[in-house]
């Protein structure tokens, strides 16, 4: 293999990532000294050119995999995978128990939802006036209310299937997946999961069943507690809440 073609294999671009930017100074360099290594031993009349060409097509080809920036689930697949995890919670509902279920859901939870940007949300304009504290605070406690509802409710299997029924937009970069729950008697129950990109991540950040918001009735119930009970009045509630579904998955256990 001449120089010239490895250099053009070795420099094919991966555009627009950094990951592609480092293979191709990588590539550059390694070329370089296989140059070299070849003009070396071309002065010795030795076989070694050939082969050091091949070993470098064979160690850059490796590299490419290294460098490969990982592939981003599309909206579509993030439902899905938080359907898989809340279908496999219900059917290990009395093995795990409250603590498993909610030990499996957590991490999905926290990559499928925009769980930071959804919290200030619901806050309204008080979201404005938090301390850095309070906010760090509120997101957590809201992150762990969170988990701990869906711990808490999804808590058996009766046949129940999830089915990603389409996607659509991005409309001013919101996207709409559909999905629904069927259960065992042919009931459907339709989920509208809006989802934008977060950290380059298609995450969601509200919820409409039967066209209605979910934010934003968490919106108003959390910004009347707010109003009468302050900002501790809303951090004390959601932790009652969470007391509640754990107290509730003992007793079912």
Same mark, same amino acid.
């Given at each position: 293999?001449?120089?010239?073609?490895?250099?053009?294999?070795?420099?094919?671009?991966?555009?627009? &990532?950094?990951?592609?930017?480092?293979?191709?100074?990588?590539?550059?360099?390694?070329?370089?000294?296989?140059?070299?290594?070849?003009?070396?031993?071309?002065?010795?009349?030795?076989?070694?050119?050939?082969?050091?060409?091949? *070993?470098?097509?064979?160690?850059?080809?490796?590299?490419?995999?290294?460098?490969?920036?990982?592939?981003?689930?599309?909206?579509?697949?993030?439902?899905?995978?938080?359907?898989?995890?809340?279908?496999?919670?219900?059917?290990?509902?009395?093995q795990l128990g409250?603590?498993?279920?909610?030990?499996?859901?957590?991490?999905?939870?926290?990559?499928?939802?925009?769980?930071?940007?959804?919290?200030?949300?619901?806050?309204?304009?008080?979201?404005?006036?938090?301390?850095?504290?309070?906010?760090?605070?509120?997101?957590?406690?809201?992150?762990?209310? &969170?988990?701990?509802?869906?711990?808490?409710?999804?808590?058996?299997?009766?046949?129940?299937?999830?089915?990603?029924?389409?996607?659509t937009g991005p409309?001013?970069?919101?996207?709409?997946?559909?999905?629904?729950?069927?259960?065992?008697?042919?009931?459907?129950?339709?989920?509208?999961?809006? *989802?934008?990109?977060?950290?380059?991540?298609?995450?969601v950040v509200d919820?409409?069943?039967?066209?209605?918001?979910?934010?934003?009735?968490?919106?108003?119930?959390?910004?009347?507690?707010?109003?009468?009970?302050?900002?501790?009045?809303?951090?004390?509630?959601?932790?009652?809440?969470?007391?509640?579904?754990?107290?509730?998955?003992?007793?079912?256990?």
């Amino acid at each position: 293999m001449n120089m010239l073609l490895l250099s053009t294999i070795i420099h094919r671009p991966v555009q627009g &990532t950094e990951a592609g930017r480092n293979y191709r100074r990588t590539a550059s360099l390694c070329t370089s000294y296989a140059a070299e290594l070849s003009g070396l031993c071309r002065k010795r009349n030795s076989f070694i050119p050939i082969l050091a060409s091949f *070993l470098l097509f064979i160690v850059l080809f490796s590299f490419s995999t290294s460098f490969a920036a990982p592939e981003i689930p599309n909206p579509a697949a993030v439902i899905r995978n938080f359907n898989a995890a809340l279908l496999e919670a219900m059917k290990k509902a009395d093995q795990l128990g409250y603590a498993g279920r909610y030990k499996l859901l957590n991490p999905v939870i926290k990559d499928s939802f925009a769980l930071s940007f959804m919290a200030v949300q619901s806050v309204g304009k008080y979201g404005k006036t938090l301390t850095p504290d309070e906010r760090e605070l509120f997101v957590k406690t809201y992150s762990d209310w &969170t988990v701990a509802t869906y711990a808490g409710r999804f808590d058996g299997y009766s046949g129940e299937k999830f089915e990603v029924v389409s996607e659509t937009g991005p409309v001013q970069g919101t996207v709409t997946v559909i999905s629904k729950l069927i259960k065992h008697n042919g009931e459907e129950i339709e989920f509208h999961y809006l *989802l934008r990109k977060t950290e380059r991540i298609w995450r969601v950040v509200d919820i409409r069943i039967s066209g209605v918001s979910q934010l934003a009735l968490t919106r108003t119930q959390f910004t009347s507690v707010i109003k009468e009970k302050g900002f501790n009045g809303l951090i004390s509630m959601l932790r009652e809440k969470i007391k509640g579904f754990e107290k509730s998955g003992e007793s079912k256990g």
